[in-house]
């Protein structure tokens, strides 16, 4: 038992060693259909390290499997993460796009509004300079229409008392 798990302590020992010298080692980039037991690179650098590896015995094949089959899984877990995450970066990406554009259609929109705000008040003090003019000459003949129905009775009375004072002038004067 305890040469077991000192070859096997060896064995991590020399797997540490191999993974720390192949850290410049890169993955090519896989496809949807690829699995990682198909690419080349790594069959041939596990049969071409198989020949410096010791014998292991049928236990610690079958664990050393089982690991291998834990990390691709893991591995392929990550890369279908790592995926996911480009796809949702990519439908942010565009999302943004969007909203920029959305912005900009706004910023024009705004644009317009504020000059014809601007346009709208010019109107609006010109529509006020014209009605204090026109209320301006409007009061004249306001005045006019309203003392009108005044004026010309007064005038009438006026020259019906004057003709009457002439008409007693002149007949004092002759009698």
């Known amino acids: 038992s305890s040469s077991s798990s000192s070859s096997s302590s060896s064995s991590s020992s020399s797997s540490s060693s191999s993974s720390s010298s192949s850290s410049s080692f890169s993955f090519p980039k896989p496809t949807k259909s690829s699995s990682f037991s198909s690419w080349p690179e790594l069959s041939t650098s596990v049969s071409s390290s198989a020949s410096a590896m010791p014998q292991f015995s049928p236990q610690e094949t079958q664990m050393y499997l089982q690991e291998n089959e834990t990390l691709r899984s893991y591995m392929e877990d990550g890369l279908d993460q790592i995926r996911q995450a480009e796809k949702k970066m990519s439908d942010i ?76 002038f002149l007949d004092w004067y002759m009698s």
């Open 93 to 168: 990406s565009s999302l943004l796009t969007v909203f920029a554009d959305k912005v900009l259609q706004q910023e024009e929109q705004i644009n317009t509004i504020y000059d014809t705000t601007i346009r709208s008040t010019i109107h609006i003090k010109n529509a006020n300079d014209s009605l204090r003019a026109w209320m301006e000459s409007s009061v004249q003949s306001r005045v006019f229409v309203l003392f009108r129905p005044i004026v010309f009775p007064v005038l009438i009375l006026f020259f019906l008392v004057m003709a009457s004072f002439s008409l007693l």
